[in-house]
């Protein structure tokens, strides 16, 4: 069978460094394996869907429209407009359309009522498969009047392998982080579903560095500590290196009620220096907890909550032992369950069973 990935972001210069070799596998979803596992995928991108990006990441994947149709099953991670021209408009049964969630629930809980509900609703009607990676995904969907039948929960893999092996390297170079040798906490995610503000409560007046990956969207009009060291438009590249320097990892996000950002904001976030062995904190979600046992794999503390994630810091700063111990687990754990191979077998299954 023949199956295209239409990813929401640009793959291609990333695709490129996974060959070299540069990069961990954890942004191709599997991609990579699928030609071991019996199915022939490959992904496209043009010009014009990138151009057309700046305007909305869901109308990037119109211009595939007629392209999809060599297509058995057609594997995205947006582009809703797509789904309900093909499904909804024209009638098409083929391809089959099987989406990786992270904000339809979302989408529809943003625009409660009007157009853009009612386009929403029948665009999501139209998929195929909806691959929820969290379990806490499920409900709101069926509530929304998703048929259950269409909903499966597998839960997301990253190159744990990759990222388990990764040295503990020096931090060198330009875009160097840390290269004073200093121990810092980290941060990382450019998603909106982000609580930096919390974080920022919570690390204001420690007499230790913290370091945040993202972008500028993400920590608009925030005060930011002194503290508090910002970098935007980090490399992935760098990104194993920078695990592996950190003291430990926060991933610090809104509460289910803020429907800003993914779903699933953090998953990436937490699982990633999981893998390294670094220990984490991050934010009791539902949609967390089918990854992270609370002080088992990591520490969970309240969304939103600025005092408890400062006790959560400050014993892991007091407590190396501590902070080794989570690592540890949270690495078996993972290297055990959250791989990109193992998502990449569920994929493959999944799109099997539309032949």
Known sequence: MRVLYLYAGSRKAFYEKW????????????LNYMEKLGVDAEFIEWRLPELLRRVSFNLVHLPYLFAIKKYDVVFLCAGLPLVFLAKKILRWKSPKFVIYNTYLANALKRHPRGILHWLNKKAIEGLDVIVCTARAQIQPLIDAGIAPEKITFRTIGIDAKRLATTARLPMLGASNIGSRGEPFILSVGRDLGRDYKTLFDAVRGLDVKVIVATKPEAIAGLSIPPNVEIRFHVPYEEMPALYQNALFVVTSLKSTDNHEGSETSGQYGYLEP??????????????VRDYIEHDNTGILIPPENASALRAAIEKLLADESLRTRLGQIAQQKVLAEFTSEHWARSLAEIFKSLE
């Open 19 to 30: 060959r070299q070799g540069l990069v961990p596998d954890t942004q191709l979803l599997g």
């Open 274 to 287: 999981m893998a390294a062995g670094i220990a984490v904190i991050a934010t009791d979600k539902p949609v």
